[in-house]
């Protein structure tokens, strides 16, 4: 409403309003000339009720037949006197409005100009009712309403106002998530909110303030209001995490931001041959101030801090104390790969072991440098010499020899050489070149993870990127969770932790697996459309299989074939490995990874896990446990007791000889009820399965009387009333959301199939 239509109503001019408003703050600026209804009405009352003037509220309407040309008129004489009022202070006009009881109520105004718009409102409301009486009519009761209503509405207003005449457009560069509310974007870019909804709608997008939208949406938009935004850096895809690829995860790291970061060293080798001892010579010798005791076993990973030889600058060093190698292997058969050094520790005593062997061949595998730690040396029977011939003979010759292993000679116990070795690892590390991001949302690896009984489920890990804070809302394998509690390997409680740093945490919903990577995301709400996806890629992630395997090395995607081989006696395993090498053709190595004596156990699976080999034994036995685990695992265990059909076999893997043949299995039907519409090629389907069972798979589209094919899918993800079901069986109803290019009607019927491999 104009605000001269307001004057008017009141017998008076636009100045002598507005010098009657002065006194109270109704938040009507002085280069308004429209206001709300709402405020209009409002003014009116308190006006004619200062003036005790009668006023037909419900007659007026808000609605004043002004001509045009007296409306002109009105609004031409109130510009020109406050024109006038700028110049010089206005003339006392000779009518005089104020009454003998307006007087009266002088001191009532007087309070009432300390007081907010809001208090206004409640004060005029109060008095309204006090003039009602007891036993007001319900006429009054719904006026009353109207304007309590009317007053909160102007006080929302005046709220929003003020909040988006604070807003400045941002400059430079605004970093958004891939998903950010409408609210949100607004404030990261500096736009009041309608903005942002008006230029959605322009883009055929409907949103309220609470919804969200995805990065790409959000680009458009800002790029029509001239913001330039740019996606956040440090959130790795569904798909990379659940490969555990950290190179991949990391690869988008701008260089711009990366830092040197310290070493991550894993010391491996045979039970007693010092490798705690050595760990705990480091960790007393070289700890870091304020740091004093004996190994925390229980986290199994600690940080020294020492100054390398002929250097002032002190640098850092992420020691993993593992139980053996079995927790490195796990790892790197689930993809994690965080270790930059391996130590080999051998006893100058007893030489090369079994298990020594093992662990070289792991850290082979793994493809890091390696550092040999000849301990006890300090030992009447230790013999250098022999233990360097042993390595040599394992492939790990000596730099004294004419390789390129570096060997420290060392002693735990009085601990010679334990500076030196810090002085190698320190040197590979430079040319290593180690670097990370630490300004980017963390990423870190699970080593250890247990449940704790005041805790809960708990984990260590290690911060390959970023830095990790307490509060973050994190994804990690499966599960999902919030930084609640952090310890450093002394079990000090910490807020933050930093690249290549260990810690324990606490905060799982559930307890994660070893070589799981947790991503940090910007809130819970981000964390479960994350977790949703990955569960979905597990899902329906095809399990490796012997089958798998012989079609990638007859597609020649595969160029090794690694085999974990076990024999009875050292006769025989030596006689397989040379017959074995003499296999290998133009397009495919065969490569023993490793050769034991003894039965196969769970150790020689999982490195066959994470060098995506086979496991053969040779007149030896598998025990159950170690079936169990191959199966969860994927792993092919061949049992062979004639030499010539395991080397026929191996010559069939390699030159394709076994090729297997596709055949399709048809799972389940399912009738077509009601579709929804989501974002691109994703829908979700409601219907009932007419026969088998619905599972995550492929799909084709079946139409029309004749139920022709008109095209292909896959289920994303099977859903019963509320809940996540893996199949919805014969019979059932069930809703899906499915991917697929074309346009899911009702009527169809989903037809679920299954490719499997046989052999020929």
Same mark, same amino acid.
């Given at each position: 409403?104009?605000?001269?239509?307001v004057?008017?109503?009141? !017998?008076?001019? !636009?100045?002598?309003?507005?010098?009657?408003?002065?006194s109270?703050?109704?938040?009507?600026?002085?280069t308004?000339?429209?206001i709300? &209804?709402?405020?209009?009405q409002?003014?009116?009352?308190?006006?004619a009720?200062k003036?005790?003037?009668?006023i037909?509220?419900?007659a007026?309407?808000?609605?004043f037949d002004?001509?045009?040309?007296?409306?002109?008129?009105?609004e031409s004489s109130?510009?020109?006197?406050e024109?006038?009022?700028?110049v010089?202070p206005?003339k006392k006009?000779?009518?005089?409005?104020?009454s003998?009881?307006?007087?009266?109520?002088k001191?009532?105004l007087?309070?009432?100009?300390k007081?907010? *718009?809001?208090?206004?409102?409640k004060e005029?409301?109060?008095?309204?009712?006090?003039?009602?009486?007891?036993?007001?009519t319900?006429?009054? @009761?719904?006026?009353? @309403?109207k304007?309590?209503?009317?007053? &909160?509405q102007?006080?929302?207003?005046k709220?929003?106002?003020?909040h988006?005449?604070q807003?400045?457009k941002?400059?430079?560069v605004v970093?958004l998530?891939?998903q950010?509310?409408?609210?949100?974007?607004?404030?990261?870019? !500096?736009?009041?909110?309608p903005?942002?909804i008006?230029?959605?709608?322009?883009?055929? =997008?409907?949103?309220?303030i609470t919804?969200?939208?995805?990065?790409?949406?959000?680009?458009?938009a800002a790029?029509?209001l001239?913001?330039?935004?740019?996606?956040?850096?440090?959130?790795?895809?569904?798909?990379?995490?659940?490969?555990r690829?950290?190179?991949?995860i990391?690869?988008?790291?701008?260089?711009?931001?990366?830092?040197?970061?310290?070493?991550i060293?894993?010391?491996?080798?045979?039970?007693?041959?010092?490798?705690?001892a050595?760990?705990?010579?480091i960790?007393n010798?070289?700890?870091?101030a304020g740091?004093?005791?004996?190994?925390?076993?229980h986290?199994? $990973?600690y940080?020294?801090?020492?100054?390398p030889?002929?250097?002032?600058?002190?640098?850092?060093?992420?020691f993993?104390d593992?139980?053996?190698?079995?927790?490195?292997?796990a790892?790197?058969?689930?993809g994690?790969?965080?270790?930059?050094?391996?130590?080999?520790v051998v006893?100058a005593e007893d030489?090369?072991?079994?298990?020594?062997?093992?662990a070289?061949?792991h850290?082979k595998?793994?493809?890091?440098?390696?550092?040999? $730690?000849?301990?006890?040396i300090?030992?009447?029977?230790?013999?250098?010499?022999?233990v360097k011939g042993? *390595?040599?003979?394992?492939?790990?010759?000596?730099?004294?020899?004419?390789g390129?292993?570096?060997?420290?000679?060392c002693?735990?116990?009085?601990?010679q050489?334990?500076?030196e070795?810090?002085?190698?690892?320190?040197?590979?590390a430079?040319?290593?070149?180690?670097?990370?991001?630490?300004d980017?949302h963390?990423?870190a690896?699970?080593?250890?993870s247990?449940?704790?009984?005041?805790?809960g489920?708990?984990?260590?890990?290690i911060?390959?990127?970023g830095t990790?804070k307490?509060?973050?809302?994190?994804?990690?394998?499966?599960?999902?969770?919030?930084?609640?509690?952090m310890?450093?390997?002394?079990? @000090?409680r910490?807020?933050?932790v930093?690249?290549? $740093?260990?810690?324990?945490?606490?905060?799982?919903?559930?307890v994660?697996?070893?070589g &799981?990577?947790?991503?940090? =995301?910007?809130?819970?709400?981000?964390?479960?459309g994350?977790?949703?996806?990955?569960?979905?890629?597990?899902?329906s992630?095809k399990?490796?299989?012997f089958?798998?395997?012989v079609?990638?090395?007859?597609e020649?995607?595969?160029k090794?074939?690694?085999?974990v081989?076990?024999?009875?006696a050292h006769?025989?395993?030596?006689?397989?490995?040379?017959?074995?090498?003499k296999?290998?053709?133009?397009?495919?190595a065969?490569?023993v990874?490793?050769a034991?004596?003894?039965?196969?156990?769970?150790?020689?699976?999982?490195m066959?896990s994470?060098s995506?080999?086979?496991?053969i034994?040779?007149?030896?036995?598998?025990?159950?446990?170690?079936?169990r685990?191959?199966?969860?695992e !994927?792993?092919?265990?061949r049992?062979?007791?004639?030499?010539?059909?395991l080397?026929?076999d191996?010559?069939?893997?390699?030159?394709?000889?076994?090729?297997p043949e596709?055949e399709?299995?048809?799972?389940?039907?399912l009738?077509?009820?009601?579709?929804?519409?989501?974002k691109?090629?994703?829908?979700?389907?409601g219907?009932?399965v007419k026969?088998?069972?619905?599972?995550?798979l492929p799909?084709r589209?079946?139409?029309g009387d004749?139920?022709?094919e008109?095209?292909?899918?896959?289920?994303?993800?099977?859903?019963?009333?509320?809940?996540?079901?893996k199949?919805?069986k014969?019979?059932?109803?069930?809703?899906?959301r499915?991917d697929?290019?074309i346009?899911?009607e009702?009527g169809?019927?989903?037809?679920?199939?299954?490719?499997?491999? @046989?052999?020929k």
């Amino acid at each position: 409403m104009r605000l001269v239509q307001v004057a008017k109503a009141l !017998g008076m001019t !636009g100045q002598q309003l507005r010098k009657e408003l002065e006194s109270v703050d109704f938040g009507i600026k002085p280069t308004d000339r429209e206001i709300p &209804d709402n405020l209009a009405q409002g003014v009116l009352r308190f006006v004619a009720r200062k003036h005790n003037l009668e006023i037909d509220m419900d007659a007026l309407g808000f609605s004043f037949d002004l001509d045009e040309d007296e409306e002109q008129k009105d609004e031409s004489s109130e510009e020109v006197e406050e024109d006038q009022e700028e110049v010089e202070p206005a003339k006392k006009s000779g009518k005089d409005l104020i009454s003998d009881k307006e007087r009266e109520s002088k001191e009532n105004l007087d309070v009432l100009r300390k007081l907010t *718009l809001d208090d206004v409102s409640k004060e005029a409301i109060k008095q309204q009712k006090v003039q009602m009486g007891d036993d007001p009519t319900q006429e009054e @009761k719904d006026a009353l @309403k109207k304007e309590e209503a009317a007053m &909160d509405q102007m006080k929302e207003r005046k709220e929003a106002t003020v909040h988006q005449q604070q807003i400045k457009k941002k400059k430079g560069v605004v970093l958004l998530p891939e998903q950010v509310t409408i609210k949100e974007f607004a404030e990261k870019a !500096g736009v009041q909110v309608p903005q942002v909804i008006q230029t959605l709608m322009k883009n055929g =997008v409907m949103a309220n303030i609470t919804q969200a939208i995805d990065f790409d949406t959000a680009a458009i938009a800002a790029a029509e209001l001239g913001v330039n935004v740019q996606k956040e850096e440090g959130e790795a895809s569904a798909e990379n995490l659940m490969s555990r690829d950290l190179e991949e995860i990391l690869k988008d790291d701008d260089n711009e931001n990366l830092i040197e970061r310290p070493a991550i060293v894993v010391v491996m080798g045979h039970v007693d041959h010092g490798k705690t001892a050595i760990l705990d010579a480091i960790r007393n010798t070289n700890v870091v101030a304020g740091e004093a005791g004996g190994i925390t076993q229980h986290i199994g $990973a600690y940080q020294v801090e020492f100054a390398p030889t002929g250097s002032k600058e002190t640098k850092k060093i992420t020691f993993l104390d593992t139980p053996g190698h079995e927790a490195f292997t796990a790892m790197r058969a689930r993809g994690a790969h965080i270790t930059d050094i391996v130590i080999i520790v051998v006893s100058a005593e007893d030489g090369v072991m079994p298990t020594t062997v093992e662990a070289i061949n792991h850290a082979k595998e793994a493809k890091v440098p390696i550092l040999v $730690a000849i301990n006890k040396i300090d030992l009447p029977n230790a013999d250098i010499e022999k233990v360097k011939g042993d *390595l040599s003979a394992n492939g790990l010759q000596p730099e004294d020899w004419g390789g390129k292993t570096p060997v420290v000679l060392c002693s735990a116990k009085t601990k010679q050489g334990i500076d030196e070795l810090l002085d190698h690892i320190s040197l590979l590390a430079e040319l290593e070149e180690l670097k990370g991001n630490p300004d980017r949302h963390a990423v870190a690896t699970v080593i250890e993870s247990n449940l704790d009984s005041s805790l809960g489920p708990i984990a260590t890990v290690i911060v390959n990127a970023g830095t990790l804070k307490k509060g973050d809302a994190f994804v990690c394998g499966t599960t999902l969770g919030k930084v609640r509690l952090m310890e450093d390997a002394n079990g @000090k409680r910490i807020d933050t932790v930093n690249l290549s $740093a260990p810690s324990r945490v606490s905060g799982f919903d559930e307890v994660p697996q070893i070589g &799981d990577i947790l991503q940090v =995301v910007s809130n819970e709400k981000e964390a479960r459309g994350l977790l949703n996806k990955l569960k979905d890629i597990e899902e329906s992630r095809k399990k490796r299989s012997f089958a798998d395997l012989v079609t990638r090395l007859s597609e020649g995607k595969l160029k090794q074939l690694r085999v974990v081989l076990k024999a009875d006696a050292h006769g025989s395993l030596e006689a397989l490995q040379d017959s074995m090498a003499k296999l290998s053709t133009d397009g495919v190595a065969v490569k023993v990874i490793h050769a034991g004596i003894g039965s196969v156990s769970e150790t020689d699976v999982m490195m066959a896990s994470a060098s995506d080999g086979i496991v053969i034994a040779f007149h030896t036995d598998v025990p159950s446990t170690v079936s169990r685990t191959a199966e969860r695992e !994927g792993v092919e265990v061949r049992m062979y007791d004639i030499v010539y059909a395991l080397l026929d076999d191996v010559e069939g893997l390699v030159k394709g000889l076994v090729e297997p043949e596709e055949e399709e299995q048809i799972v389940g039907q399912l009738d077509v009820k009601e579709v929804f519409l989501t974002k691109r090629s994703e829908q979700i389907v409601g219907g009932k399965v007419k026969s088998g069972s619905m599972k995550r798979l492929p799909f084709r589209l079946l139409r029309g009387d004749k139920k022709e094919e008109v095209g292909t899918g896959k289920i994303i993800s099977l859903r019963k009333v509320d809940k996540d079901i893996k199949e919805a069986k014969e019979g059932t109803e069930c809703g899906m959301r499915v991917d697929t290019s074309i346009l899911v009607e009702p009527g169809d019927v989903l037809e679920v199939f299954l490719k499997e491999l @046989k052999k020929k």
